[in-house]
């Protein structure tokens, strides 16, 4: 009985050894192009992300920089289905939902799809700055195409994001053309730099 114990527990050590070593070769496959992409530089060849997915298919990190990589490339399809991916390895991570509906938006796909990624990354990350800034830029520019709960979703994360980041608010509403959109939100006169370009 220990015999047949002994050599379970070595095949299960060898198969958690090949797994550990599969990972690790992803990462360092994958790392040049993550670290290129993390700083806004020129990336190389695709092959190193790749090669990490064929070797960890299901770490999300992977599917997540493949579609930054394409995204960069003009793929916005292919990222798009890779976004995807990433998402449902990783429903809770509002970051994902943020890249969605910025790709989606992009691509002028106002459907259900937008809807539920502006809702799901207003649910999941309503105080961080990105996904503030990110869903209010989508609500700015797709605003009279959204269904009435992904407009209440986009317009609860502007009130939130004119909390810290005000400035950045009023300037984006001036870059999009849309302080008609900024100067609605409920409360706005509490906030004197953007209350100033409502009058």
């Known amino acids: 009985m220990r015999a047949v114990l002994g050599s379970v527990a070595l095949a299960l050590l060898a198969v958690l050894t090949v797994l550990a070593v599969d990972r690790g070769a992803a990462d360092l496959y994958a790392f040049g192009a993550r670290y290129a992409l993390d700083r806004g530089g020129p990336v190389g060849p695709q092959q190193g992300l790749e090669r990490a997915i064929g070797l960890d298919g299901g770490n999300p990190d992977h599917?997540?920089?493949?579609?930054?990589?394409?995204e960069s490339r003009g793929e916005y399809e292919r990222a798009l289905e890779r976004y995807?991916?990433?998402?449902?390895?990783?429903?809770?991570?509002?970051?994902?939902?943020?890249d969605i509906a910025r790709v989606k938006l992009r691509l002028?796909?106002?459907?259900?799809?937008?809807d539920n990624a502006i809702r799901r990354a207003s649910r999941l990350g309503p105080w961080e700055p990105d996904v503030q800034l990110v869903i209010a830029d989508v609500a700015m520019q797709g605003e009279e195409r959204l269904t009435p709960e992904a407009r209440r979703a986009a317009f609860a994360l502007m009130s939130r994001a004119l909390k810290r980041q005000e400035r950045e608010m009023v300037q984006l509403a001036v870059q999009r053309g849309r302080l008609d959109l900024l100067c609605s939100i409920p409360g706005i006169g509490a906030y004197p730099g953007a209350a100033r370009r409502c009058i």
Do not use: I, M, N, S
């Open 63 to 70: 599917q997540e920089y493949v579609a930054k990589l394409r």
């Open 84 to 98: 995807r991916v990433a998402a449902k390895a990783r429903p809770a991570w509002p970051r994902l939902w943020v």
């Open 108 to 114: 002028a796909q106002f459907d259900g799809e937008l």
